[in-house]
Each structure stands twice: as structure tokens, then as C-alpha cells.
Nanobody, 125 residues
Framework: QVQLVESGGGSVQTGGSLRLSCAAS????????MGWFRQAPGKEREFVAA????????YYAGSVKGRFTISRDNAKNTVYLQMNNQKLEDTAVYYC??????????????????WGQGTQVTVSS
């Protein structure tokens, strides 16, 4: 079992930056690949970024590539999402999630086993 708690959401103007954190509990956290997803009002949950269990590989949605950076610190049981040059369309509830590294796709929400409660990010002009 892995429990996930996101933090760091808030309001920011276009072009600004925020860093989200996802603190994990559970002794097997370091064995999971981690992902960030987001869901805007009236839209489906969409993939944002993912990182493998050892941080060796990262994956990004085209809409955030070059602006967002995912990282993890397994000693602190935490995964981060640094969001720079934010746009209005980044407004959403952001969720972190954990999945086994052996099955499924990094991009598919249905392949993740554990989810946090989400944190709101609002970008305004």
C-alpha cells in the first residue's frame, strides 16, 4: 500500500511558476513509477508527466514539455512537479499517482494503482 498526499498548489499568473510535491508513505514507495495527472472542469483526467522508480526515465505530455519538470527524491519519499511559464490552460486539479514498473503504460491513468486527493492549480492573466 502507498498513500499519497499532494501539496504546493495555489494561484499564479501566466508566466509564473509553482512546484507541486507529492509525499508518499509506505515502505515500497521506491519501487513504484510515479506520475502526475490533471483534470480541468468538464474535461477528462489527462497525463502530465511520469518518472520511473529510480528516476532514470521521464515522460511528458506534449503540452507541458519544456515547461514542466518531474523529479523524485526517494530518500524523502517525495516526487515533485516543477511548473514554469504557466499558461491559462494549466488550470486544473493535479493528482499524483503510483504504479508498478512492470505493467501498464506510464501515460494511462487506468494503469496507476494509487492516487492522491489532488491539489488545485489556478493560472490567471
Amino acid at each position: 500500500q502507498v498513500q499519497l498526499v499532494e501539496s504546493g498548489g495555489g494561484s499564479v499568473q501566466t508566466g509564473g511558476s509553482l512546484r507541486l510535491s507529492c509525499a508518499a508513505s509506505g515502505r515500497t514507495y521506491g519501487l513504484y513509477n510515479m506520475g502526475w495527472f490533471r483534470q480541468a472542469p468538464g474535461k477528462e483526467r489527462e497525463f502530465v508527466a511520469a518518472i520511473t522508480w529510480n528516476g532514470g526515465n521521464t515522460y511528458y505530455a506534449g503540452s507541458v514539455k519544456g515547461r514542466f519538470t518531474i523529479s523524485r527524491d526517494n530518500a524523502k519519499n517525495t516526487v515533485y512537479l516543477q511548473m514554469n511559464n504557466q499558461k491559462l490552460e494549466d488550470t486544473a486539479v493535479y493528482y499524483c499517482a503510483a504504479k508498478s514498473p512492470y505493467t501498464g503504460s506510464a501515460y494511462a491513468a487506468n494503469d496507476y494503482d494509487y492516487w492522491g486527493q489532488g491539489t488545485q492549480v489556478t493560472v490567471s492573466s
